[in-house]
């Protein structure tokens, strides 16, 4: 028995969309208000066939939310302001299609476009024919909205409308109640965050390096940081505990992350062996191939004797000495490859020459701005093949990668 006292007082948000389910959702409203539940509802178009608006208004006794587009629902109220003023978003029957609209993060209804809009917890119940549940469309579609923090509950197995038998069948009004009991009672004791990296450490290697020449000279590269540093917050934000080694950037540390300031290949060497042993290992740094050889410990001087001629010497590869096989290789390693042109051949022979799980490749051919830009076009590489992913800012790749190493950990169901 599931306790229904932290109900009274709370606000939902339903969003009815168009199933032959929509008339349980009838009941759901009147007996969330029994138990002192102020209740919402947006109907979609879909949801507007299978139950009348003048049915929701008067169980709700509130105004019901249709159309994205209408003056008098968006002058009394914002498609952000419904979103606002709820404590909890229940999308009931959630069909396939709007489960996939949620999971590609469209805004082509006010029902979607709140659903994007809200920075509050999302409950669904899946209603759907079995065979549209489990298409594996619709499984990839809810496995990821689970990832991202969604709650389901349901569907059930039985007869449905149409005939068949199996799981797709919605939840009973009782059991949506009980599943928005429980996180209720769930919210009153832990933060509601979405962490599916808790328990799992990483290291995130980001910015140049300098290597030195003398004491005030140094050979370095563009690199900003940028994108190690955006992988590095991502992580920490999905509740992995992050080390980042990072060459000198002009950026702040971020957050949750504990940084290891260094200067050369050797030091950043050093600090990724200290932080081991790791779960993850992201290498985004542009580590200087090569150092100079016996570097002078006074500054070079022009002494007439024309320009001293510098020799170079190998610096130690750490993604490959991180991806080498042993009892301390990180269960995931992940290294990048700026390439100009053939990009996914030449990553691809990369990820091999190191020995590395994955590989995000990018293109750093002149015209490109990724070394210092916002954005970046990356492909990734994995053992199954290249995956080519738009152009987005890096903050955006570093989330994308950091839910991807989330979904390997974490596989959806197949
Ligand atoms: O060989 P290349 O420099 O193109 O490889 C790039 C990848 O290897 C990046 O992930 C980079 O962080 C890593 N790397 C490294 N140590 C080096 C050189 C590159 O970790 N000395």
Redesign the pocket.
């Known amino acids: 028995m599931v306790d229904h006292a932290s109900l009274s007082g709370k606000r939902v948000l339903l969003v009815i969309a168009g199933g032959i389910a929509a008339y349980k959702s009838l009941d759901l409203i009147r007996r969330l208000r029994e138990r002192g539940v102020g209740v919402r509802a947006v109907l979609t178009e879909a949801g507007a066939r299978f139950v009348t608006p003048l049915s929701v208004q008067a169980l709700t006794e509130d105004t019901v939310y249709r159309d994205l587009w209408s003056l008098t629902d968006e002058s009394e109220m914002g498609h952000i302001r419904l979103s606002r003023e709820a404590d909890l978003i229940v999308v009931a029957p959630a069909t396939a299609n709007l489960l996939a609209r949620m999971a590609a993060g469209m805004a082509d209804d006010l029902a979607a476009t709140v659903l994007l809009a809200t920075d509050k917890p999302v409950l669904v119940a899946p209603a759907m024919n079995v065979r549209m549940w489990e298409h594996p469309a619709t499984q990839d579609n809810m496995a990821r909205l689970e990832r991202r923090g969604v709650r389901r509950v349901g569907p059930n197995e039985g007869v449905m409308a149409c005939n068949e038998f199996g799981p797709g069948r919605m939840a009973e009004p009782m059991e949506i109640i009980d599943a928005i009991a429980t996180h209720f009672a769930d919210a009153a004791h832990k933060p509601q965050a979405h962490t599916p990296l808790s328990g799992k450490r990483a290291l995130v290697?980001s910015g140049p390096t300098h290597e030195p020449i003398d004491p005030v000279r140094y050979i370095a590269n563009r690199s900003s940081g940028k994108q190690g540093h955006a992988i590095a917050e991502a992580l920490a934000r999905l509740g992995a505990a992050v080390t980042l080694v990072s060459g000198p950037t002009r950026l702040p540390d971020p957050p949750g992350c504990a940084v290891v300031a260094i200067e050369t290949?050797r030091e950043?060497?050093a600090a990724c062996e200290a932080a081991l042993p790791v779960d993850i290992a992201v290498?985004?740094?542009?580590?200087?191939?090569w150092r100079v050889a016996g570097t002078s410990d006074r500054k070079l001087k022009k002494d007439g004797g024309g320009p001293p001629s510098l020799s170079l010497t190998e610096?130690?590869?750490?993604?490959?000495?991180?991806s080498q096989a042993g009892p301390r290789r990180p269960a995931l390693v992940?290294?990048?490859?700026?390439?100009t042109g053939d990009v996914v051949a030449y990553a691809t022979a990369?990820r091999a020459r190191?020995g590395?799980d994955w590989?995000v490749a990018n293109d750093v051919s002149l015209g490109t701005t990724t070394f210092g830009g916002a954005d970046n076009t990356v492909h990734v590489i994995r053992a199954d093949g290249a995956e080519a992913w738009p152009t987005m800012g890096k903050d955006a790749v570093g989330a994308r990668l950091a839910e991807a190493i989330a979904a390997h950990f974490h596989p959806p169901a197949p």
Do not use: H, R, W, Y
Request: charged residues 15%; contains cysteine.
């Open positions: 290697t290949a950043m060497l290498c985004a740094a542009a580590v200087a191939d610096n130690p590869d750490i993604l490959a000495t991180l992940i290294g990048f490859a700026a390439e990369k190191k590395c590989i």
